[in-house]
């Protein structure tokens, strides 16, 4: 068993390395799929599956994009409308891809792991959610209650007592709330008015209903937000008692996420007020007894992700941190990331081009990716370090015919500059990352992204005009 891991904030580092670069929610990153992976592809890579007689438990996603109000933050695929009707086209468009789906993992479709995100799924009204929940059990086979962990991301200002209590007689265990601040000012700079006690009297029903796990969404970095503010907001959060916490980084990138133009440059905190924030942040809940998992996340230590990270089977993938590594994810809904047998399929952003795949029977995937040996090889490295913070160097190339240290030789050749800074450490037998290296952890899984590697070739070698010109596709590590 692994001991707890632990993080240090040092903000001379984190200054010196912060830059541009993948969340590794995947390897290789979404931006490597292309349009000429299609529905035949994915229909391949599932035969691949039945033929070996695949039988591992599946993940399944479901995306419901529609909000009724525009949080000017926010960077998710969601449609801003209050007319409800558009949810219930949605709903039966996505029971017929579910079915689908189950369909196609006839004899291999047992569900131990189940996530609503949107937008917000609790758009849906109650009847049209217990509907979608019957739909789903008809054509998957659920794992028992104990055993499976059924999410739903929750806007605390979309239900109320009785609804909550509805959810979880629907099936769902675990809640995610969004909350990002309490401050009045940064509420109001955001739009989105959340009071304290409104979210508490959710969270309050969450644990009256008997859900397993509660965890809420922060954000630092946000217009008006100040130390003292966020002191005030994580004292509060503290008090609540969460068993999960995801503390996000905002990424002001209003050239991809219109949204964001609402909010004005002038008052977003400067670099070294985030920074200051991200340290009392890391100092208040490390002190509150939680644990870092890793990349914004924290979680009480007897929480099912920070067992799951002592045990060795943490998993990372489009939803973030996983207790279920084995599973293939099957991911339905409008803009909706599968990975399955060796391969990814995102299906078509748009809700006009969803309908018109599923209306001709098809799948809606719109474009994918198939994994090499080089890529399925480098996925588990960048896997292993973002989950564990640490590498087995014989395990990881067990098999090959060539020894890590001769496949990977630039990259160790790169590492050396993180060995230098005190953030990893390298022997014969194990990579590992330190916890003044556990923040930077995006920094030094990109060492090993060939993929990342060849695009800055390609682009040192642009014109200085042309590479100004290329917008940038990734949030700062920092």
């Known amino acids: 068993m692994t001991t707890m891991p632990s993080v240090q904030f040092d903000a001379d580092i984190i200054r010196k390395l912060s830059m541009s670069g993948p969340r590794y929610t995947s390897y290789p990153t979404a931006d490597r799929f292309t349009a000429r992976f299609g529905y035949g592809d994915y229909l391949e890579a599932l035969a691949g599956l039945t033929y070996r007689g695949g039988r591992r438990p599946l993940s399944l996603y479901l995306h419901v994009p529609f909000c009724d109000r525009l949080?000017?933050?926010?960077?998710?695929?969601?449609?801003?409308?209050?007319?409800?009707?558009?949810?219930?086209?949605?709903?039966?468009?996505?029971?017929?891809?579910?079915?689908?789906?189950?369909?196609?993992?006839?004899?291999?479709?047992?569900?131990?792991?189940?996530?609503?995100?949107?937008?917000?799924?609790?758009?849906?009204?109650?009847?049209?959610m217990g509907e979608l929940m019957a739909h789903l059990r008809r054509h998957f086979d659920f794992a028992p209650d104990a055993e499976g962990e059924y999410s739903i991301e929750i806007d605390p200002?979309?239900?109320?007592?009785?609804?909550?209590?509805?959810?979880?007689?629907?099936?769902?265990?675990?809640?995610?709330?969004?909350?990002?601040?309490?401050?009045?000012?940064?509420?109001?700079?955001?739009?989105?008015?959340?009071?304290?006690?409104?979210?508490m009297a959710v969270m309050n029903a969450a644990r009256d209903a008997g859900f397993r796990s509660i965890s809420v969404d922060l954000i630092y970095g946000l217009p008006q937000q100040t130390l003292r503010t966020m002191e005030q907001t994580l004292s509060k959060i503290i008090v609540a008692n969460p068993d999960r916490i995801a503390l996000y980084n905002y990424a002001h990138m209003p050239h991809l996420f219109k949204p964001q133009r609402r909010i004005s440059e002038s008052d977003l905190p400067a670099s070294a007020a985030k920074l200051d924030m991200l340290a009392l942040c890391i100092s208040r809940l490390t002190a509150a007894g939680y644990v870092y998992i890793g990349m914004d996340h924290f979680a009480k230590p007897a929480d099912d992700l920070a067992v799951a990270q002592r045990q060795g089977r943490l998993h990372r993938n489009f939803q973030g941190y996983s207790t279920h590594a084995?599973?293939?994810?099957?991911a339905c809904g409008v803009s909706a990331i599968s990975a399955v047998n060796g391969t990814y399929s995102q299906n078509e952003k748009t809700l006009d081009e969803y309908y018109a795949k599923l209306d001709a029977g098809r799948l809606p995937i719109a474009r994918g990716y198939r994994l090499g040996n080089d890529d399925l090889l480098r996925r588990l490295v960048v896997q292993r370090l973002m989950c564990d913070f640490a590498l087995?160097?014989?395990?990881?190339?067990?098999?090959?015919?060539?020894?890590?240290?001769?496949?990977?030789?630039?990259?160790?050749?790169?590492?050396?500059?993180?060995?230098a800074d005190g953030l990893v450490t390298l022997d014969d037998d194990w990579l590992s990352v330190t916890p003044k290296g556990r923040l930077l952890i995006r920094n030094i899984c990109m060492v090993f992204d060939r993929h990342l590697r060849e695009a800055r070739l390609q682009a040192?070698?642009?014109?200085?005009a042309a590479l100004a010109a290329q917008p940038l596709r990734f949030s700062r590590t920092i």
């Open 71 to 128: 949080c000017y933050y926010c960077a998710c695929n969601k449609i801003i409308t209050k007319d409800r009707s558009k949810a219930a086209t949605y709903l039966g468009y996505l029971k017929q891809e579910t079915a689908m789906q189950g369909k196609l993992f006839a004899g291999m479709n047992r569900v131990e792991q189940l996530h609503l995100g949107g937008g917000t799924p609790t758009y849906f009204s109650n009847a049209q």
């Open 157 to 199: 200002r979309t239900v109320d007592a009785r609804r909550i209590h509805s959810l979880r007689a629907q099936g769902f265990n675990r809640a995610s709330l969004g909350v990002q601040d309490f401050d009045p000012d940064v509420q109001q700079a955001v739009n989105r008015i959340q009071p304290y006690e409104e979210t």
């Open 326 to 330: 084995e599973t293939d994810l099957v």
């Open 392 to 419: 087995s160097l014989a395990s990881a190339t067990e098999g090959m015919a060539v020894p890590f240290r001769e496949y990977f030789a630039p990259e160790l050749r790169e590492l050396q500059a993180f060995v």
């Open 460 to 464: 040192a070698a642009m014109p200085a």
